[in-house]
T-cell receptor
Framework: DQQVKQNSPSLSVQEGRISILNCDYT??????FLWYKKYPAEGPTFLIS?????DKNEDGRFTVFLNKSAKHLSLHIVPSQPGDSAVYFCAASDGAQKLVFGQGTRLTINP | EAGVAQSPRYKIIEKRQSVAFWCNPISGHATLYWYQQILGQGPKLLIQ????????DSQLPKDRFSAERLKGVDSTLKIQPAKLEDSAVYLC????????????FGQGTRLTVV
């Protein structure tokens, strides 16, 4: 049972443009959402998070949007830079308990 | 601040052998996670500790996998006997307290079972 889904395995974006990564979840108990970035041969690193009491959180070039009614969140990166090329994981938590990850989206920024 | 330390970085074993991974979380972090990441997939939670107690081990194959967190600090994950399908990266992560706080990951241990 895949509770967190990232339906796009890969995404290619031109440098300077906006990258939009999407994530859907099924468990209505999830109340905290995170995005992680992963480079090859490294562990995932935290990027940005959002609580279910908000619908938007911004940190520099990164913005996460949450649509609770649709059980959907998205990560916007603008402008996209070559160093943003990585695998991005969406994760969700139901409070004090486990952190569930999606399958990941490989983002490639083309010069 | 030192990050999450894991060892070894790489391990190659034959099927039916045993293997152990070690994790040292960030000092003061109460929650420790072990994840299994198979190539092309997202990390799958194997076990979650809160201090030295198990919070969730519902996806841990208990017939071959075991984990412990002595004194609520370091943790070891063991596989005995290993199967070919256990080939994956094993990630350890820690957080201050539970899922609503950022989890910090180690570099992982890449296990290859031949």
């Amino acid at each position: 049972d895949q509770q967190v889904k990232q339906n796009s395995p890969s995404l290619s974006v031109q440098e300077g443009r906006i990258s939009i990564l999407n994530c859907d979840y099924t468990n209505s108990m999830f109340d905290y959402f995170l995005w992680y970035k992963k480079y090859p041969a490294e562990g995932p690193t935290f990027l940005i998070s959002i609580s279910s009491i908000k619908d938007k959180n911004e940190d520099g070039r990164f913005t996460v949007f949450l649509n609770k009614s649709a059980k959907h969140l998205s990560l916007h990166i603008v402008p996209s830079q070559p160093g943003d090329s990585a695998v991005y994981f969406c994760a969700a938590s139901d409070g004090a308990q486990k952190l569930v990850f999606g399958q990941g989206t490989r983002l490639t920024i083309n010069p | 601040e030192a990050g999450v330390a894991q060892s070894p970085r790489y391990k190659i074993i034959e099927k039916r052998q045993s293997v152990a991974f070690w994790c040292n979380p960030i000092s003061g972090h109460a929650t420790l996670y072990w994840y299994q990441q198979i190539l092309g997939q997202g990390p799958k939670l194997l076990i979650q500790f809160q201090n030295n107690g198990v919070v969730d081990d519902s996806q841990l194959p208990k017939d071959r996998f075991s984990a412990e967190r002595l004194k609520g600090v370091d943790s070891t994950l063991k596989i005995q006997p290993a199967k070919l399908e256990d080939s994956a990266v094993y990630l350890c992560a820690s957080s201050v307290w539970g899922g609503n706080t950022e989890a910090f990951f180690g570099q992982g241990t890449r296990l290859t079972v031949v």
